[in-house]
């Protein structure tokens, strides 16, 4: 039983962390981006600066600044982050080429001795 699970886990390592990485690409940069239009869409300033205009004026940029700032979300992954997920997928895909070719060299042996 625990050499079955190694082995799922041994194949399937790449794949599940290629997914996670595709998964967390697709939320940086296609769900934060729409997120961020409808928030920035539905964000009414001149409502914001009307409910201010009798503060202090240092107040009143330090408020625009929060008030404004907040709605837009940041990246969830660093850049440093996508370059390492990328070194660590590119070396696997390689490893993972190398393997297949040392596979089909094996079995090509084994077949030509077969028929020799």
């Given at each position: 039983m625990k050499s079955k699970k190694l082995d799922i886990i041994r194949?399937?390592?790449r794949p599940s962390v290629?997914?996670?990485?595709?998964?967390?690409?697709?939320?940086?940069y296609a769900?934060?981006?729409?997120?961020?239009y409808i928030l920035e869409a539905n964000l009414d300033i001149s409502s914001i600066a009307a409910s201010i205009k009798n503060l202090d004026p240092v107040?009143?940029?330090?408020?625009?600044?929060?008030l404004t700032s907040t709605h837009?979300?940041?990246?969830?992954?660093?850049e440093f982050f996508h370059v390492a997920f990328g070194a660590i997928l590119g070396a696997a895909a390689f490893t993972?080429?190398?393997?297949?070719?040392?596979y089909i060299?094996?079995?090509?042996?084994?077949?030509?001795s077969r028929t020799n």
């Open positions: 194949n399937y390592w290629a997914f996670i990485y595709l998964f967390l690409n697709l939320i940086d769900v934060r981006p729409i997120l961020n107040v009143q940029v330090k408020a625009m600044e929060l837009l979300m940041a990246p969830i992954l660093p993972r080429g190398q393997e297949k070719i040392a060299k094996k079995e090509r042996e084994i077949f030509e």
